[in-house]
């Protein structure tokens, strides 16, 4: 199991192959929970991802032998890509299975750092049988994305980092998905302070640690399509699972909608890209599922910042709606002339943005004499909304909120 010295020997192996990134302060959340907030930015690794650390420091201590084979992972994108890159510039091959549903950022970029990609299955699950299979036909050498003592140690040297670049830290909160980040972190970390809380957050719809945590033993869940997919797995590690249970404070969970809030929350106040994994603990803390005080000095690490350019706008749009910037009203006013221009005008002088309108007449659960229209509107927020509500309101129509 890996240890401190681990952790250690680690960070000075691979200290010339990844990026020692930054974990600066930040007061653009200062509304949200009190204390002293720092970004760590692992999405600014070279690959984009918190996952360069561990996948080298297993790839510099193959064998001669091994390096020969050539390795294999199944991966559904970010660890694929650090090993694929860290592979190709070590001179090693690379085979990386991915399911079909893996963002295709994801693939394309771990081809393009020249690993033969293998997709298979819809879940991580099914690529995983295909990567065994090809360690037996072809005698890869498996590198797991997680439950490797080698891969718990490099992801453990972020938690060093973080103690030199915020020696009065109190609080980290970090993803949580196979366990292997929070496992490396809390053990570099409890080592020389063991007063600092480490906090994991998990997707609700993937929180396989939660409900290892709840059960006092690993348990497999079934999990749903998630925003957060680098950290969407059915079972935390064998190796991993000590390692939480031991060294890790708490383990909550937050909603896709949340996690869709902190991506634009993100981008508009540091304007900062990150992956919906890379999203969560900023999620935890805005929704209060963290306590978070004036004394403390809290670490949130985005993990990653691979998310597929195709997912952002629908990503915004999410995060809009649930910050009640951007709402669907349901209006029904009198079918006559002027009514619609009455609305529109009504609006107009309430601050809210039209977007879109929709008439619904022949299908309407509503008087002859009425005329449904579904309004989308840009707003400044929840508080807006209802002083819009209740203007439409004293104005005589009738309205519904729809989400």
Avoid: W
Wanted: net charge negative; proline share 3%; aromatic share 2%.
């Amino acid at each position: 199991m890996s240890d401190i010295r681990a952790i250690r020997e680690a960070a000075e192996r691979i200290r010339d192959g990844i990026v020692s990134t930054p974990c600066t302060g930040t007061r653009a959340f200062e509304h949200l929970a009190p204390g002293k907030h720092y970004l760590k930015f692992e999405n600014l690794q070279h690959t984009g991802s918190f996952k360069d650390r561990g996948s080298l420091n297993r790839l510099l201590q193959l064998t001669d032998e091994e390096r020969a084979r050539g390795v294999v992972t199944a991966s559904a994108g970010n660890h694929g890509q650090a090993l694929a890159y860290h592979g190709g510039r070590l001179g090693i091959s690379v085979t990386v299975v991915m399911p079909v549903t893996a963002p295709l950022i994801k693939v394309s970029n771990t081809r393009g750092y020249g690993a033969r990609v293998i997709q298979s299955g819809t879940i991580l699950d099914d690529a995983a049988v295909e990567a065994h299979r090809l360690v037996e036909e072809e005698s890869l050498v498996l590198v797991p994305a997680f439950d490797d003592v080698d891969v718990i140690a490099g992801q453990g040297t972020m938690g060093l980092e973080i103690l030199e670049q915020v020696p009065d830290v109190t609080l980290i909160i970090v993803p949580v998905g196979g366990g292997g980040m929070i496992s490396g972190i809390a053990q570099a970390i409890k080592a020389s302070k063991p007063g600092v809380r480490i906090v994991g957050v998990e997707a609700d719809a993937a929180a396989s640690a939660k409900a290892s945590r709840d059960a006092g033993q690993i348990v497999k869940i079934a999990h749903s399509d998630t925003l957060a997919d680098g950290i969407a797995t059915k079972r935390v590690g064998d190796l991993t699972f000590p390692l939480i249970e031991r060294y890790v404070d708490d383990l909550v969970t937050v909603s896709e909608e949340e996690i869709a809030a902190a991506i634009l929350l993100l981008l508009e106040r540091k304007k900062t890209v990150v992956e919906g994994a890379g999203a969560v603990p900023l999620a935890a803390i805005m929704t209060g599922r963290i306590p978070v005080f004036e004394t403390d000095r809290a670490v949130l690490l985005l993990s990653g910042g691979n998310i597929d350019i195709n997912m952002i706008s629908r990503i915004i749009d999410r995060g809009l709606v649930f910050d009640g910037r951007l709402t669907r009203l349901s209006v029904t006013v009198r079918d006559r002339p002027g009514s619609l221009a009455g609305l529109a005008r009504a609006l107009a002088d309430m601050g809210a943005n039209v977007l879109e309108t929709i008439h619904r007449r022949s299908f309407a659960d509503i008087s002859v004499g009425d005329v449904g229209i579904v309004i989308q509107v840009e707003t400044r927020g929840r508080e807006h909304v209802a002083d819009i509500v209740r203007g439409l309101e004293e104005l005589g129509h009738v309205v519904e909120e729809r989400h």
